[in-house]
Structure formats: structure tokens, C-alpha cells
């Protein structure tokens, strides 16, 4: 059975809490919003781990491409704001 974004959200979700969380993908390349307090003080290699991490073995078996942008929550909402 091809993995989803609907799987992608939930590997995601099960190990790292989020405040938002949204991924679109076509079965193998992936691309996902994730926004949680845990990337706070964190640069962008350091929150990509954090979440490559969170996927595990997935990364390698069932996902070939991950695209991702990683936010804090006030990040979000300044984004949000500047539409």
C-alpha cells in the first residue's frame, strides 16, 4: 500500500508535537508545514532533524523525498499575518 500524506501527518504527529501540521505529497515526494514549539532556539538543519528523526526508519523505506518548512509558533503566526 503506498504511504499517503495522510501517513506522512500522522509518523509526524505520533512522535513530535505540533501546533499545525499539514503534508501534501503523491506517494514517495512529500511536502509538509510543520509548526511546534520544540524548534524554538533551533536552526533549520537542527528542526529537520528533529523531525527526520521523529519519521525514523520511514525516511528510508517508504518516504523518498521530504520537503519541509519547519516553524515556531510565533514564526507561524508572523508569517500568518504577512500573508
Known sequence: MPTTPEHVRQYIADHLNCEHLEVRGDGSHFEALIVSQEFEGKRT????QVVYQALG???REEIHA???RTLTPAEYAADQQNG
Request: hydrophobic share 50%; aromatic share 0%; charged share 30%.
Open 45 to 48: 538543519l537542527a528542526r529537520h
Open 57 to 59: 526508519e520511514r525516511m
Open 66 to 68: 521530504l520537503s519541509m
